[in-house]
């Protein structure tokens, strides 16, 4: 997503960081930042809604949909704050 973003709405930077040979390595960076930004916040924010093992138990449809909903908020603060800036 990032790559597509740079490719389409900075093509400079894009450009320069494919001349450079440092588009990749930042990719990388970006994806692994992103990666261990979902991991922090995911557990967070089910823990603060009582996304518990007991609700899970008790109601699993209940729990994937928070689950979902918190993964898409998630998601959305990364967008804003790794791949769209």
């Known amino acids: 997503m990032r790559r597509d973003y740079l490719k389409e709405y900075r093509p400079g930077l894009f450009n320069t960081m ?3 040979g440092t588009l990749y390595p930042h990719l ?3 994806d692994e930042a992103a990666q ?3 991991d922090a916040l995911m557990p ?3 823990k603060e809604a009582g996304a518990t093992e007991a609700l899970k138990a008790r109601d ?3 729990w994937v949909g928070l689950m979902n ?3 898409a908020q998630v998601e959305e603060m990364i967008f804003a704050e790794l791949i769209y800036q």
């Open 60 to 62: 699993p449809l209940a």
């Open 44 to 46: 967070q924010l089910a």
């Open 18 to 20: 494919m001349l450079n």
């Open 69 to 71: 909903c918190y993964k």
């Open 36 to 38: 261990r930004r979902l």
């Open 28 to 30: 990388a960076e970006v």
